[in-house]
DNA sequence: TCCAAATCGATAAAAAAATATCGATACCGA
DNA sequence: TCGGTATCGATATTTTTTTATCGATTTGGA
C-alpha cells in the first residue's frame, strides 16, 4: 500500500498496473486519440471500468469528462510522473552472461526511468570490455563504484549459487533496492527493497491456465 | 482459482508460490533435510506459516507431523504432479533476438517442465542456423511446424510493435497458451491463455518501495 | 512413563482488492 | 433549445486473500 500526495491509498495492484495503461495510452496517442474513456480502456486491456477509475483517480487529478473520458496528454504525464520515469535512477548490473548482456541492451529501460551504468563479472574476458555501450568491472571494483556514483539500484543476473553472495556484496556496498533475476529467494536485511523476477511463477500461472483450457476443449477423453 | 482434484479451491496467489517452494524444498533436500515445519519454511521465505500450511494443504495430502513437519521428498514430488513438471510441455519461441536467444539457452526451463522445440525469425542471417542446439526457422513455417508437432505454448520475444501480429499467427496455428515477454497488451480471443512478463510493472513497484525507504533513511531534507 | 514444547489443521477474523450500484453531469444530435 | 445518453465519481457490496486464534496431537527428553 502507498499514499499518494492526498493521503489517498493505492494497492500494489494498481501501481502494477500503471505502467499498462501508460503504454496503452501512449499509443492512443500516437494515433491521434486526445480523449478516451475508461470504459474503453478496461475493455481493451480487459480490465474494469471501475477500476480503471479508481486507478487513475490515484495517480491523476485530472477530471474526467462526461460522454468524453480522460484527456490522454494530462493522464501520460501524471502516470509518468507518478512513476518517475521523469527523473532517471541509475542502476549496477552483476551477472553480464546471456540475460544480463540482454538486459543492458534493452532501449525499453531509458523509457521506464532506468539507466544501467555498469556491469560487474567474475569471468576476465569480459572484465575491461563494454557491453552495449556499458563497461564491465570486476566484481571487486563494485563497492567502490555503487559508492562514488551512489546508486541505489542492483540488478542481479548471476546464477543462483551466487545470487546470495552477490546479494550480501550489493547490500554491503549500500544498494537499497535489488532487482532479482536468479531462481532463488534472497535473505536480506530489513529496509533493502527487492523484487523478484520470477519467470518459474509465471510459466506455473500459464501452465494451470493451459491445462484447463485444454481440458475445457476436450472434456469427454475419460475412455480414450 | 483453481480447484485440485479433492474440489479444494486455491488462488492464482497460491500457484504463483509453488515454485518458491520447490526451489527452497530441492535445496533444503540437497542439504540433506528430512523434515521441515511451515514455520521454518515462513521464515526463510518471508511468508506466514498459515498461509505455508494452507497452501501445501492444497497441493499434497501428506500431513505435516506436530514437532516435525513435513516429509520434505513427499512434498517435492506433490508439488512436481501438480505444476505438471514431471512431463514436459513443448513450446515455440517467435524472435530469436537477444532476450529469445536468452531464453532458449536457460538450462532451469528442464528443470520447470518447458521444452523450446524450435525458433522462428524474419532474420534470414538467424533462419536455417541453430542457437543454443535449437533450430531457427523462418516464420512462415511457424503454421507447419506447430500442428505437426501439436505445441500448445508460443513465447514471444519480438519487439512490441510486431507482437499482435505474431500472437494471431500463433492463435491461427492453433497455439492456447502465449507467454509474452514485449512489453504490449495483446488482443486475443477467448480460449487462449496469456501471461504477460511485465518487466515494467516489477520495475514500477521496485521503484515505489526505494522511494519509501529513501524517504524512511531521510525523512528530514526539507531544508537541503 | 509422563510432561513440556512445537507444530498441525480447522475455523474465525481482518485486510485488501475487485466489482456493482446509482445519482449527477456534460456532451451530442435532433 | 432540449432530451437522451454515455460517462464520471462516490459509495456500497462482494469476493478474494491474508492473518490470527485455538484445541488436538505427536514427539523428545526428564
Known amino acids: 500500500m502507498v499514499e499518494n500526495d492526498q493521503g489517498v491509498v493505492a494497492s500494489k495492484a494498481t501501481i502494477a498496473r500503471l505502467p499498462g495503461y501508460l503504454g496503452y495510452l501512449r499509443d492512443k496517442q500516437a494515433e491521434g486519440v486526445e480523449n478516451i474513456s475508461s470504459t474503453a480502456i478496461a475493455e481493451d486491456l480487459r ?6 477509475r479508481k486507478d487513475l483517480a490515484f495517480v491523476s487529478s485530472v477530471a474526467g469528462r462526461p460522454k468524453l473520458g480522460f484527456a490522454v496528454s494530462d493522464l501520460i504525464l501524471d502516470i509518468e510522473r507518478f512513476l518517475g ?20 541492451g534493452y532501449e525499453g529501460f531509458k523509457t521506464y526511468g532506468l539507466n544501467i551504468e555498469a556491469a560487474f563479472d567474475v569471468d576476465s574476458d569480459l572484465i575491461g570490455r563494454r557491453v552495449h555501450g556499458k563497461p564491465v568491472f ?35 556496498a549500500g544498494i537499497k533496492a535489488i532487482w532479482n533475476f536468479a531462481p532463488t529467494h534472497l535473505q536480506l536485511p530489513e529496509g533493502i527493497a527487492v523484487k ?8 506455473a500461472l ?11 476443449d476436450a472434456p469427454h477423453q475419460k475412455g480414450a
Open 47 to 52: 480490465l474494469n471500468a471501475v477500476q480503471v
Open 85 to 104: 520515469y521523469d527523473n532517471v535512477t541509475d542502476a549496477v548490473l552483476v551477472g553480464a552472461g546471456g540475460l544480463g548482456r540482454t538486459l543492458m
Open 138 to 172: 570486476a566484481l571487486e571494483k563494485l563497492p567502490g563504484v555503487v559508492k562514488r556514483l551512489n546508486i541505489h539500484i542492483g540488478i542481479i543476473t548471476v546464477p543462483k549459487q551466487v545470487a546470495q553472495s552477490v546479494a550480501d556484496l550489493l547490500v554491503g
Open 196 to 203: 523478484n523476477e520470477d519467470m518459474a511463477a509465471s510459466l
Open 206 to 216: 500459464l501452465s494451470k491456465k493451459l491445462s484447463e483450457i485444454l481440458k475445457a
